[in-house]
T-cell receptor
Framework: GAGVSQTPSNKVTEKGKYVELRCDPI?????LYWYRQSLGQGPEFLIY????????DSGLPNDRFFAVRPEGSVSTLKIQRTERGDSAVYLC?????????????FGEGSRLTVL | QKEVEQDPGPLSVPEGAIVSLNCTYS??????FMWYRQYSRKGPELLMY????GNKEDGRFTAQVDKSSKYISLFIRDSQPSDSATYLC????????????FGTGTRLTVIP
């Protein structure tokens, strides 16, 4: 596609439920990133994929969070047993091998609200 | 202490004003410095990119990096209402770095 696509754009769920957020990166981009942006804050790194493998998952806050990218394109961020503190905008970004360092192309985000 | 500090504002200026946005940082290993612009309910988009110290100009925008002071700035000349957005500074340690460190963002409103 023309840009990074994220679905759903909004998700409201109840505490304790399971949530999946999907990211479709720019076609041909090998690197994919998930960031989380809480209200009034800058994005915070969660996980980075190079191809199908998670090259760096040091930003995942705990084991309730997991992400996959089985075919090296679309990625899914999975959150188990959601908590109210998980409420945030989850941003996906992608970049190609020729992209300048730090030049990430972001999607519009998935806004998660945990009641 | 956060690695990147940025005044969240909000900042309101009249149309045509010069805007100065700033960030400070604590980690001297940062070498790549960026400014992202984020419109309401949109993802950030890269506005300016600089490596190491110095100035970079692109149209009405100028980015400055002073590594000795650990201080970066973005100047917007002849500000326009369409510049109203949140401006996020970001930085990384090395080429191919797999994550960025963002500031909290400064919310700017340009009043017609």
């Amino acid at each position: 596609g023309a840009g990074v696509s994220q679905t759903p754009s909004n998700k409201v769920t109840e505490k304790g439920k399971y949530v999946e957020l999907r990211c479709d990166p720019i076609s041909g981009h090998t690197a994919l990133y998930w960031y989380r942006q809480s209200l009034g804050q800058g994005p915070e790194f969660l996980i980075y994929f190079q191809g199908t493998g998670a090259a760096d998952d040091s930003g995942l806050p705990n084991d309730r969070f997991f992400a996959v990218r089985p075919e090296g394109s679309v990625s899914t961020l999975k959150i188990q047993r959601t908590e109210r503190g998980d409420s945030a905008v989850y941003l996906c970004a992608s970049s190609s091998g020729t992209t300048k360092t730090g030049e990430l192309f972001f999607g519009e985000g998935s806004r998660l609200t945990v009641l | 202490q956060k690695e990147v500090e940025q005044d969240p504002g909000p900042l309101s200026v009249p149309e045509g004003a010069i805007v100065s946005l700033n960030c400070t940082y604590s980690n001297s290993a940062f070498q790549y410095f960026m400014w992202y612009r984020q419109y309401s309910r949109k993802g950030p988009e890269l506005l300016m990119y600089t490596y190491s110290s110095g100035n970079k100009e692109d149209g009405r925008f100028t980015a400055q990096v002073d590594k000795s002071s650990k201080y970066i700035s973005l100047f917007i000349r002849d500000s326009q209402p369409s510049d109203s957005a949140t401006y996020l500074c970001a930085m990384s340690r090395r080429t191919g770095a797999n994550n960025l460190f963002f500031g909290t963002g400064t919310r700017l409103t340009v009043i017609p």
